[in-house]
Nanobody
Framework: QVQLVESGGGSVQAGGSLRLSCATSGFPVSTKCMGWFRQVPGKEREGVSA???????IYSDFVKGRFSISRDNAKNTLYLQMNSLKPEDTGMYYC???????????????????????WGLGTQVTVSS
């Protein structure tokens, strides 16, 4: 079966950094778009960043200049380096695979849930003031 396991979350102070990892198995992720989302209880899950099969990246406006997405295909692992963290970055972070295509196009330039088919269970990130 397809598995995605996020790790690297935790509690940090504003301005700090975390690196999230998403270890995958059971699917050939090297040829697919992969992404990161985050969610706060009571709110809709929102796209954070995505990376296509060629390494091209997309970032939401609220993380541009602070976060960096990358992938290590040899390890079947997706990463999200988060710098200059803000309290509003707090949430559960999920990684996801777009199983059917390598590009991360949505038609609108946004990172949207419907683009992705496989999801991890998330890792909690808490940023305090």
């Amino acid at each position: 079966q397809v598995q995605l396991v996020e790790s690297g979350g935790g509690s940090v102070q504003a301005g700090g950094s975390l690196r999230l990892s998403c270890a995958t198995s059971g699917f050939p992720v090297s040829t697919k778009c992969m992404g990161w989302f985050r969610q706060v209880p009571g709110k809709e899950r929102e796209g954070v960043s995505a990376i296509d099969n060629g390494g091209a990246t997309i970032y939401s406006d609220f993380v541009k200049g602070r976060f960096s997405i990358s992938r290590d295909n040899a390890k079947n692992t997706l990463y999200l380096q988060m710098n200059s963290l803000k309290p509003e970055d707090t949430g559960m972070y999920y990684c996801a695979i777009r199983s059917y295509v390598g590009n991360c196009d949505s038609g609108s330039g946004s990172i949207l849930e419907w683009m992705f088919n496989y999801w991890g269970l998330g890792t909690q990130v808490t940023v305090s003031s």
